[in-house]
């Protein structure tokens, strides 16, 4: 992507006391919106975290995320930028490449009441968490969480091609299993979730429109990692998961849990 020019403006940063109770919600995406002009076209790529595309922006932050990318079919670029600033970061000089936009986050952790993180449970789909699980537990319940999230940009008259199905290498990913130029509205879509490079059979995998966001698909992959949703609306449709087990390196951790997301435009 050598012919992409990646800057980044200049806004008032947040307070460093905002960061924390942003990165504590839920899903974590990634949406993108023309900037520039005609001549000098470009996006304005955004980070959000909140609950089926409605939340708070989130600012670009160094010390949270692992990678910032944007990745044509010719290649990636790292996006960078400075701490408290959004929208995270623009592609100027931008070309009519279809691009996907990937964010990964280390590890954060936060501390919940026992009752909550039953209903969190509950939420999102973990039910074999859930079984185990006692709420009368004493004391908070402490969870190491990481985010890995997917965007697919197509330019007008462009297709995914080989680029929407690829693996990027994400410690948790949603794949569409085959190739898809376009996404359209009533598509049957077959996605495969990977857990460290390997299919995660029994996960509780979500879909959820733009457009009719207080509804979403839920379906539970197969065997082989995998779940077939139709696509009910135009605009962006979101596909979501949780997977968490119990913390290995204890450390006052008790659960490690990973989010994943995979946006793609429905036409």
Request: glycine share 10%.
């Amino acid at each position: 992507m050598s012919r992409l020019k990646l800057v980044f403006v200049s806004v008032l940063a947040l307070g460093s006391l905002l960061l924390p109770s942003l990165g504590n919600a839920h899903e974590f995406w990634i949406e993108a919106r023309d900037a520039g002009t005609d001549s000098n076209p470009g996006l304005a790529v955004h980070l959000y975290v909140g609950e089926t595309f409605q939340g708070e922006e989130f600012p670009f932050d160094p010390g949270h995320l692992k990678r910032f990318e944007a990745h044509t079919e010719k290649g990636s670029d790292t996006l960078t930028g400075r701490a408290g600033r959004m929208p995270a970061g623009y592609i100027l000089d931008m070309t009519t490449e279809p691009t996907m936009l990937i964010y990964t986050s280390r590890g954060s952790e936060i501390a919940l009441d026992p009752v909550k993180f039953q209903d969190y449970l509950k939420e999102d789909g973990l039910d074999h968490m859930l079984a185990s699980f006692d709420a009368s537990t004493k004391g908070p319940v402490r969870e190491r969480f990481k985010r890995n999230c997917k965007t697919l940009v197509l330019p007008e008259g462009t297709g995914g091609g080989e680029l929407s199905s690829k693996v990027f290498g994400l410690e948790l990913e949603i794949v569409p299993v085959e190739e898809y130029d376009t996404f359209l509205r009533g598509d049957m879509v077959e996605v495969e979730v990977l857990f460290q490079g390997l299919p995660l059979a029994g996960a509780s995998i979500f879909a959820t429109s733009k457009s009719d966001p207080d509804e979403s698909q839920r379906l539970t992959t197969n065997e082989k990692g995998r779940a077939t949703f139709k696509l009910t609306h135009e605009g962006l449709t979101m596909f979501r998961l949780v997977h968490m087990e119990p913390a290995k390196d204890t450390d006052g951790i008790d659960y490690q849990s990973h989010w994943s997301t995979l946006i793609v435009p429905v036409s």
